[in-house]
T-cell receptor, first 117, second 113 residues
């Protein structure tokens, strides 16, 4: 069963608009974490933001914020004032387990975001 | 100064060969990982080491053998390469524990012909 679902294979947004990338997850573990990564066309994976299941407030990092709705099991990434450089693949990932300090991440299928000038 | 560095970045090799990918991190982390990204961009964990000890060993053919000579290095050796091994292999590291950021390297693009 898919544990992380990103339902938008591709999105096209006008520059300077805000964009929301969807992510839903499935777990019965009360302790989990959600990560978002950006993968530009050059291929590297860039960490954007993290939300822990017990965190009371939604995480924010600069133009990135995470809309965490625990009851709905969703952790959508919001990018404000989009820029051309935001064009990339975006991956949502969930920490499925912590094993002797190692975090096992399960990734979604990714969303390809294209920012139009 | 690259935090997690992998070599080589690109590797084209013939079926049946043996190859290694090396990874080094200068972040002082105690936990390192190997992930595989297939042609459909799907990322899956392969291995994880904590303080040189193998902690996570997913269902991976035993042709894949990781080795961690010290906390800062994690290498991946692949024997008898097959066409299906073509993928991007990412090394990553983090400080052990909940919620610590996992930093990825730039990836090693392996093509088996």
């Amino acid at each position: 069963a898919q544990k992380i679902t990103q339902t938008q294979p591709g999105m096209f947004v006008q520059e300077k608009e805000a964009v929301t990338l969807d992510c839903t997850y499935d777990t019965s573990d009360p302790s989990y974490g959600l990560f978002w990564y950006k993968q530009p066309s050059s291929g590297e994976m860039i960490f954007l933001i993290y939300q822990g299941s017990y965190d009371q407030q939604n995480a924010t990092e600069g133009r990135y914020s995470l809309n965490f709705q625990k009851a709905r099991k969703s952790a959508n990434l919001v990018i404000s004032a989009s820029q051309l450089g935001d064009s990339a693949m975006y991956f949502c990932a969930m920490r499925e387990g912590l094993i002797q300090g190692a975090q096992k991440l399960v990734f979604g299928q990714g969303t390809r975001l294209t920012i139009n000038p | 100064d690259t935090a997690v560095s992998q070599t080589p970045k690109y590797l084209v090799t013939q079926m049946g060969n043996d190859k290694s990918i090396k990874c080094e991190q200068n972040l002082g982390h105690d936990t390192m990982y190997w992930y595989k990204q297939d042609s459909k961009k799907f990322l899956k964990i392969m291995f994880s080491y904590n303080n040189k000890e193998l902690i996570i060993n997913e269902t991976v053919p035993n042709r894949f053998s990781p080795k961690s000579p010290d906390k800062a290095h994690l290498n991946l050796h692949i024997n008898s390469l097959e066409l299906g091994d073509s993928a991007v292999y990412f090394c990553a590291s983090s400080q052990g524990g909940v919620g610590n950021t996992i930093y990825f390297g730039e990836g090693s693009w392996l093509t088996v012909v």
